[in-house]
C-alpha cells in the first residue's frame, strides 16, 4: 500500500466533572466527550529510511506545533512500530504528513486524536494488528484523552473516567450541530489545574448522574451541561473572561479551553447562532481563530 489517509476529528466535552486530587498528582474525572465534524488529516506512506519523518501543513499550523517525538501523532508511530517489531514484523521508516485543522490549545483534543489516528493508520498501512491491549497501553501513556479517540471511534461519543482514559463508548445523537468558538487565545492545561481547588479523591466518592445524551434534543442536553474547569479557567486566563461576556449563556468552555462550543438542534439553527456570534464579534473587536458551525463528526 503506497499511502494512507485518516482523518482524526476534534471533541467537545458535554460535561466534565473533577471529583478530586489524586495521590498520583492527576484529578479523577467524569467526562462525556463527543466527535464534532472539524479533523486534522493524517497522510502515512511507507520509507526505506528508518525512523518517522514528519512534515506539517495546514491552516491551524502553530509555532508551538511539536516536530519532534514530542509531537503525540510521532510518539505514537514510534511506539507502534516498536510493538510491531517486537512480534516479528518487518517494519519500514514512515513518512507522515500531518495537516492541522484543529487548533492547538483549545480543549478540543486535537493532539491526542492525531495519536490515536496515527495508529489506526499505522496498522492498515502496514497490513499488521496490535494488540488492542497494546494500543490502549501506548495511548494511556501518551495522554489522558487519547484512548477516547481510539474507543469512541465508531460511535463518536464515550464516557471517560480516571484520569480520562477509561473509556465506555456510547451511541452518539445523530442531529445535533454545534457552533464552536476557539478565542485568539492558548489555554495551557496545567495552568488551569493548577488553578482549581480541589480536594483529595475520595473512592467512596458519589458518581454523578449520566444523562443519555442519545434520547435527548439539544435543549434538553443544553440544560444538563456542566465543565468544572470553567470557573478555573476563567481565573487562570482572564482573557477569556471578555469571551465568556461575549457569548450566549448556552456556550460552554470545552475541556481546559479556549474553545466555547453551542449544541444546536440542526443546520439552520447552527448557521442563525453563528451569524449572531459573528456580528458580536465584529461589534465588539473580537477575532476568534476559529468560528464555524460544524456538524457531528
Request: proline share 6%; charged share 25%; glycine share 10%.
Amino acid at each position: 500500500m503506497k499511502e494512507v489517509r485518516v482523518l482524526a476529528p476534534a471533541k467537545v466535552n458535554l460535561d466534565l466533572a473533577v471529583l478530586g486530587r489524586r495521590e498520583d498528582g492527576f484529578h479523577e474525572l467524569r467526562t462525556t466527550m463527543l466527535l464534532v465534524g472539524l479533523a486534522d488529516e493524517l497522510r502515512l506512506k511507507p520509507t526505506k529510511v528508518a525512523g518517522v519523518h514528519l512534515k506539517l501543513g495546514g491552516p491551524a499550523l502553530g509555532e508551538d506545533m511539536p516536530r519532534d517525538s514530542s509531537n503525540l501523532a510521532v510518539a505514537a508511530l514510534e511506539q507502534g512500530l516498536a510493538a510491531l517489531k517486537q512480534v516479528g514484523e518487518e517494519v519500514p521508516g514512515i513518512e507522515l504528513e500531518l495537516i492541522k485543522r484543529i487548533p492547538s490549545g483549545a480543549g478540543l483534543g486535537g493532539g491526542s486524536s492525531d495519536a490515536a489516528a496515527a495508529l489506526h493508520g499505522l496498522q492498515e498501512l502496514l497490513g499488521a494488528q496490535i494488540a488492542p491491549g497494546v494500543v490502549q497501553s501506548i495511548l494511556a501513556g501518551l495522554g489522558s484523552d487519547c484512548v477516547y479517540f481510539q474507543a469512541a471511534r465508531s460511535t463518536g461519543l464515550g464516557r471517560c473516567s480516571g484520569r480520562g482514559e477509561l473509556v465506555e463508548p456510547l451511541e452518539a445523537p445523530k442531529a445535533w450541530w454545534v457552533v464552536l468558538v476557539t478565542p485568539d487565545v492558548f489555554a495551557s492545561t496545567p495552568r488551569v489545574f493548577m488553578a482549581l481547588d480541589a480536594p483529595p479523591f475520595k473512592k467512596s466518592a458519589v458518581l454523578p448522574e449520566d444523562p443519555d445524551w442519545s434520547q435527548l434534543s439539544a435543549e434538553d442536553a443544553r440544560a444538563l451541561q456542566h465543565n468544572d474547569l470553567q470557573g478555573a479557567a476563567l481565573r487562570a486566563i482572564p482573557e477569556l473572561r471578555a469571551w465568556r461576556e461575549l457569548l450566549d449563556r448556552d456556550f460552554v468552555l470545552s475541556g481546559s479551553g479556549a474553545s466555547f462550543y453551542s449544541l444546536c438542534a440542526d443546520q439552520d439553527e447552527a448557521e442563525n447562532l453563528l451569524e449572531t456570534v459573528r456580528g458580536a464579534c465584529e461589534r465588539g473587536g473580537h477575532h476568534p481563530r476559529f468560528l464555524e458551525a460544524l456538524p457531528l463528526a
